[in-house]
Structures are given as C-alpha cells and as structure tokens.
C-alpha cells in the first residue's frame, strides 16, 4: 500500500482544497488518504523509465515505439505531468512529434524549451488549449505565438492561451494574437504587453477573458471593441496606465457584460481606484465578482453598500485594505472574501492569490498570526501554505512567512493528525527551502523546527538522505545553543533512518558532523554538564556508528575513545553508560578497529561495567567484550587475560534473569549480521552465549521483524548449526533450541520470500 501512497516521493500537483467549505479538512484527509490513481500511477513509471521505452532518432531526440497510441486525455496529462516534475527538454518532448500522440491541451509551465522543438513537438496537433506560463526565457513569446500561427486550424480553433511571464524581445510588439479569431481566453500578465497590443487583441471575435495584469498597457480604451463580448476583466498591478480614474471609469461602464473584475493592487502603488468605483451607482450591475485587494481608502461602509446593490455577489477581494472586519463580511450567505479579518478570509485569499507572490506573502503573514495559539488541525490550510511554498520557490519572503506557518500547524500534536502524504509534501518543499536559501539563518530555524516533530522524523517519507547532509552541514555552523540541540537531535534520528550505504557515502559529512559531536562531548564533560544536548549528542554518535565502518574509523582517528573514557569517569547514570557502551559495540563491530578498544584504560571500566546491576548497561559491556574477545589474533600477548574476561563474561550472562526480560529501553538492531561471526565462533561457547541471549531477547520482544531477519540473513542456519553439533556447549546448545521453539510458534504467521529457503527444525 505504501507505493500506491508515495510511489516515488517526488513532488505532485497539489490539489487546490477549500478551505471555506471544508474548514476542518475532511475532504483532505480523505483525499490524502486513498492510494493514488492507477492511472497517476502507470505515468510516473513510463516518465521515469522513459529512456528504456524510447528509442533514439539520429539527433538524440526521443521516439516513442511505432505501435504505441495516446488518446488526447492521456496524451495531456502526461504532457502536463513531464512538465511538472521538470522532465521537459528538446529531447524528450520530441516524443510528440509523431502521430501517435493526439495533444488538445499542453501544459508546459516552466519548461525549458527551443523554439525549434516547440514547433515540431506541438504545433501539428489540434490544439485549444496552451498554458505556456513562465517558460524558459529561451522560448520567447513571439516565438510560441509564430509557431502556433503556422497552423490555420489552431489559429481559428484556439480557445485559450495562457503566456504569462513569458520573455518578449525589446520593443517587439505581439499584435499577431488577433490572428487567433477562435480565443475566448487570453492571459499576458507579467509581459512586455502594450496598448497597440491590446487594440489588435480587443477586435478577437470571441474573446470573453482577458487578464493583462502588469503589463505596459497605458490605455485600456480599445476595451471598448468588445464591450458586449467580455465576461472577465484582470488588471492587477497595471502601473503604466497613464488615464485618469473618471477616464477608466467610462470604460468599465460600457462594459455590458462584465462578470468578473480584477483591479487589485501592491499596496506601494497607492491606487485609489477601486474606492472611486465603489462610490458609482450606475456601474457594473450584472458583476458577481469584484477584486480591490491592495488599494488604498476601502472602508467597510463602502463595500457593503456596493455589494448589497448587487445581490449576486460571490466573491470579493479586500486582502491589504481596511475593509473586510465587520458582521456583513461575516454573516452574508453565499459571499466568499479574501481577506485578513479571520481564517476563513485568510484561507480564501491563499487560495485565490496562490499565483501572487505579494498577496500570498501578506495572507501568510496573517495567516501565522491567527495560528500562534492553534488547538485545531487544519489539513486544508496546510494545504494551501504547501500550494503558495510550491508556486513560488525563489521568493524568500514567502518561503520564510510560510515555514513559520508550517511550524504553527504541525506542532507536535497537530503534526500527528495530519496526512502522511501531506506532511510528505511540507517537508520536501522546507528542505528546497533550506537549499534555495542557506544564510538566511531564520528560515533554516524555522525548518529544523518542523523536523523537531517525532511524528515527521519517524512515519512520514521523505528523502532522509540529502535531509542528513543538510541537517549535518548546519549543525557544523556552531549556531546558538537551541539550533544547535535541535539539529544534534534531528541528526541522532535521522542517523537511524538512513541505510548503511546511505550513510557511508555521506563521507565528508560525517567526517565534520563526527568532530563537532565529540567537541560538543569534550565541552560538556568540562563544564559535568549531562543535558538534553549531551545526551543527544551521544545518541547521535551510537546512531551514526551503527553498520558504519567509516563513521567508526572517524571517531577514533578524532580521539573519540579518550573521550569517551572521560564520560564514563565523570558520569555515573545507566541512562549515558548504556549510551557509551552502545557506541562501543559499534566499535568493536568493526575488525580492524578492535585492537584500538584493547587498551588497560578502557577495559578497566568495561569490566566494571559487566557488573552492573543495570541490566541494559551490563548486556552491551558483555556486547562489548563478546566482540572484543572473539578474534584471538588480538590477544596474542595477553591471552591470560582474555580468558579470564570470556571466564567473566559467562559467569555474568549466568546471573541475567530470562531472556525473555524487559530492560530499561527497547534493544535494536538494523540487522543481525554483526552477531554471525560470534555465532561461528565453536571455539568460545562465551560468546555464543552471548549472542543467542541477544538474539532470543529482541525476537522475543519483536518477533515480526527480527525473525524475518534471522531468516534472510542466514542466521536461523548458523543457530540450526549450533544445536546440531555435538561439541557445542550445552548450555550453548539450549539457548539455540529455545530461538529455535520461538521461531517455529512465530513462523505460522511469517512468509518467508522464495529467496531465503528456511533450514529444517526437525
């Protein structure tokens, strides 16, 4: 189920929730709930296996198989699905060149393409629909709109173009849109888009939606063309408009058919438009949306009576005005406002602002001041902060508002009743975050802050590995005392998390992460200072150790276990001893490093350890001297003494009650393989003990995972082979059979894989 949940964990279309209608986020529970589409599912493997399925024309283009054919639906969406995970190059979209895709809609926002491969790819097709938005400034506009007008089907059957924040050359005018008789929809905002431009665009036949927000039209006259045709009107942000308010006003009178008005504005521009239209009798009566956000003098009076002289009013836009607080704004039925004034205001504005880095900034803002004190869990409005961090990923001034916001809703008991998937999503885009922007302290605060949550640490997917290098290379900054906890904590889990060969090709990482932890440990053990930060800086050392051999060698050649011999003189609690000792089994887990542990000053306290009444404390020293005692090429010297620790430690695992007792923290391995070579090892039935001891103690406790991993990783063989042989040592041989009783009442339950065939028990 987990692959139909998160395939690939790579980033997805966001699905635009509402958050007025849906305030709790049911809707988006269920949503992130249910598995993903079959459908979504068999595109994201052709895209990711695309190379393997295509073969390759001379030029290196791709070319899909001759007997492979798209239905229009599939062949958009999989054109809109390449464009979004970033997979649109001249080499690949050259797959739609042929017949056997059948293209209606392309969707190719922010794609890099030439013009030459646009042209091929695209304009062969039937096309109504092209969303061209923020293209590689290499695709110009005049360029999407010279190809698309080679075809006479497309130039009279386009329905709508979208080419906004699209390059334009220096004084090139795009005149040739009113070649496209068939355009019901047409958006340039953000482009070089002049007022010639929009004389020849205003004679469209069909036109009904025009959106030529912060473009470099002086005069909207020529409006006028299509007055009894246009259905929507978007000027946000139009700063080059030189014609007067009574002027502009003329204009939007004669617009008969008007339904939809967009005049919202930055704040800076100080536009007072918007209240001089409100204060008109006789303008716009059939309008059922009306957007004023940003400008200046809008008070709640003049609203009101503006909307309650049109009761067909849906929407209004008053996010950065004065207007919006009063019980109307409140209470009428039927009228959705983007606002400041309360979530719900605020909800609507993220979702119809979500395009608008300066709106979406602002309704964040309000946004993380309503949610300082939250109680509630809100799926839909995370949703929505994920939409605006996503939609504008260069902008620092969202991302910062936004990953404050994300903290506020994903506190540690609200981050618990979130979606997974969700959650998924937020922390992908926090780390782009983090790496779009790696000085700007306080956003990385904010970051490391989400991943304080243990639900986001522990059950949500997301890439732990690159999550680890950018957690690892932040705690070397040596930044204030609480960053520095949280990003020692945060590496101490991830660590857990990541696979061993994960973590052996973090090398350069986990060279500088391995010196500042044992500088943290040599600064505490200075000032006898055993705190949160302490403690966590040695789970972060035993996590990182752990079936690493590299981070293993690291922490001896930077003097770790001179170190370590002064915790252990200067700390006393079983919770730091179980700590030290875990780190060492690391160690000794590691052939070539054992004769390093074989120092007088440093068995000295192990054997003292051995013999703690703790159990915890003494199960790794004896871990400990298992491993260390195991290889006898290292005592060659001293085998007195060897054999007087083996002699120890057996008289020590004879004292420990059943090992089917409970210790003070949940023993783990990531595997059992570190205990093969003891378990081999007929020569020293001591450390046999040991190992079955242990190994008998974690199945007990976890037989679904443990068992699984005695069998695939040949260890149920090796204890067969134990009980077998006749000159194993009884007692040996007894501990073996009880893992072996164990593992038949768990097995009815286990299926084992085909590959991993099970020794017989009988």
């Known amino acids: 189920m987990v692959h139909f949940l998160h395939p690939f964990l790579c980033p997805r279309t966001l699905i635009l929730p509402d958050a007025q209608e849906d305030p709790q986020g049911r809707c988006v529970l269920q949503e992130e709930a249910s598995p993903y589409s079959l459908f979504s599912i068999c595109l994201d493997v052709l895209i990711a296996n695309l190379e393997q399925w295509c073969s390759k024309r001379p030029d290196g283009t791709l070319c899909l198989p001759e007997h492979w054919c798209f239905p229009n639906e599939i062949a958009d969406q999989f054109l809109e699905r390449l464009a979004r995970q970033g997979k649109i190059t001249d080499r690949t979209v050259s797959i739609f060149q042929g017949k056997q895709t059948n293209l209606k809609l392309i969707n190719i926002q922010r794609a890099k393409l030439s013009p030459s491969a646009f042209t091929k790819a695209f304009c062969h097709h039937k096309l109504v629909e092209v969303d061209a938005t923020s293209v590689d400034s290499e695709l110009l506009a005049s360029d999407i709109i010279y190809a698309l007008r080679r075809s006479a089907w497309i130039q009279k059957n386009l329905q709508c173009l979208r ?20 355009l019901h929809t047409l958006s340039v905002a953000n482009v070089s888009f002049w007022s010639e431009d929009l004389v020849s665009v205003s004679q469209l036949p069909k036109l009904e939606s025009l959106d030529i927000s912060n473009t470099l039209v002086t005069n909207i006259s020529a409006l006028l063309t299509c007055k009894d045709r246009l259905k929507s009107l978007t000027m946000h942000y139009l700063k080059c408009l030189t014609m007067t308010n009574p002027q502009i006003l003329a204009v939007f009178r004669q617009l008969n058919c008007l339904l939809h008005l967009d005049i919202s504005d930055h704040r800076q521009l100080r536009s007072d438009l918007a209240l001089h239209l409100l204060q008109q009798k006789d303008i716009l009566p059939n309008l059922i949306s009306l957007d004023i956000s940003g400008g200046t003098g809008i008070t709640d009076e003049v609203v009101e009576s503006f909307v309650q002289q049109r009761p067909e009013m849906r929407f209004v836009g008053l996010l950065s005005t004065d207007a919006g607080y009063s019980n109307f704004f409140m209470e009428k039925q039927g009228l959705k406002v983007a606002g400041g004034a309360n979530m719900s205001q605020i909800s609507e504005a993220l979702s119809q602002y979500r395009n608008r880095s300066c709106f979406v900034k602002e309704a964040l803002y309000r946004l993380f001041t309503e949610t300082l004190s939250l109680q509630v869990t809100l799926p839909a409005t995370l949703k929505l902060v994920a939409i605006g961090m996503q939609n504008h990923p260069q902008d620092l001034p969202v991302q910062f ?18 979606p997974v998937r969700l959650l998924s999503e937020v922390i992908y885009l926090l780390f782009k975050a983090m790496k779009n922007f790696p000085y700007y302290q306080q956003l990385q605060k904010n970051c490391l802050l989400s991943l304080t949550s243990s639900k986001i640490l522990m059950d949500v997917p997301f890439d732990r590995f690159n999550a680890a290098k950018l957690v690892m290379r932040w705690l070397c900054r040596r930044e204030n005392p609480k960053m520095q906890t949280m990003a020692v904590s945060i590496t101490s889990i991830l660590a857990l998390k990541l696979l061993p060969e994960e973590t052996e090709q973090l090398q350069e990482e986990l060279i500088i992460t391995i010196k500042e932890l044992l500088t943290i440990l040599r600064q505490k053990v200075a000032e ?35 170190i370590i011999i002064q915790v252990l003189e200067t700390f006393s609690m079983s919770v730091i001893q179980s700590k030290v000792l875990g780190l060492l089994n690391n160690i000794a887990e590691v052939r070539e490093l054992t004769p390093k542990l074989v120092t007088e000053d440093l068995l000295r306290h192990i054997i003292s350890l051995l013999h703690n009444s703790n159990i915890e ?146």
């Open 528 to 562: 006898k200072l055993n705190d949160v930060t302490f403690l966590f800086t040695l789970k972060a050392l035993w996590n990182l150790t752990d079936e690493s051999p590299s981070a293993c060698k690291y922490f001896i050649e930077n003097e770790g276990l001179a």
């Open 163 to 182: 080419l906004d924040s699209t390059s334009v050359p220096q004084n090139s005018r795009l005149q040739a849109l009113g070649q496209f008789t068939g």
């Open 617 to 762: 404390v003494s199960y790794f020293a004896a871990g400990v001297i298992a491993h260390l005692t195991c290889d006898r090429q290292h005592w060659l010297a001293c085998d007195v003494q060897r054999r007087d620790l083996l002699q120890d430690l057996h008289a020590t695992i004879q004292d420990w009650p059943s090992s089917w007792c409970k210790m003070s923290a949940l023993v783990t391995y990531r595997s059992l393989k570190s205990f093969s070579p003891l378990l081999d090892n007929f020569s020293q039935p001591e450390v046999q003990l040991w190992a079955l001891w242990a190994m008998h103690h974690v199945c007990s406790k976890n037989p679904s995972k443990y068992c699984k991993l005695l069998v695939e990783e040949g260890g149920l063989q090796l204890v067969c082979d134990i009980q077998e042989r006749g000159q194993a040592n009884a007692q040996v041989r007894q501990m073996a059979a009880s893992i072996l009783e164990d593992f038949r009442m768990h097995f009815t339950n286990y299926q084992r894989p085909p590959t991993a065939p099970v020794p017989s028990l009988t």
């Open 401 to 418: 508002t936004a990953s404050a916001c994300v903290l506020n809703l994903t506190r540690e008991d609200l981050a618990k009743r979130m």
